[in-house]
């Protein structure tokens, strides 16, 4: 499974950007596919910012994003969305997308399988 991430880029704090992955190769092994994103800020591990189950019915959410990002999907295009509104400083990161093969939903970081490269959000003050 191939991992697409795009949408990131430049935006002032209160501004909105929507992130889209898109997921190629899936196959009949891949049962889980509970999928999610992540952030990486400079110095710091990779974080959880928002989860969905595979039937996407279930998501959960960052406390520090609650409110502001929302995660979906749609199947038939093969593309998760994170649209992410309000944002702040604190959000600028790297965000992956990445998917379980496995796990029809996880928030556990050991548990993604596949993991797109990233694309780069950056919120000025």
């Known amino acids: 499974v191939q991992l697409q991430a795009s949408g990131g880029g430049l935006v002032q704090a209160g501004g909105s950007l929507t992130l889209s992955c898109a997921a190629s190769g899936r196959t009949s092994d891949d049962y889980g596919f509970g999928m999610g994103w992540f952030h990486q800020a400079p110095g710091n591990e990779h974080e959880i910012v928002a989860a969905?189950?595979?039937?996407?019915?279930?998501?959960v959410y960052a406390d520090s994003v609650k409110g502001r990002f929302t995660i979906s999907r749609d199947d038939a295009k093969n593309t998760m969305y994170l649209v992410m509104a309000s944002l702040k400083p604190e959000d600028t990161a790297v965000y992956y997308c990445?998917?379980?093969?496995?796990?029809?939903?996880?928030?556990?970081?050991?548990?993604?399988?596949?993991w797109g490269l990233g694309t780069l959000v950056t919120v000025s003050s």
């Open positions: 990445a998917a379980s093969r496995y796990v029809e939903f996880t928030t556990v970081k050991n548990e993604f399988h596949y």
């Open positions: 969905i189950s595979r039937s996407g019915r279930t998501t």
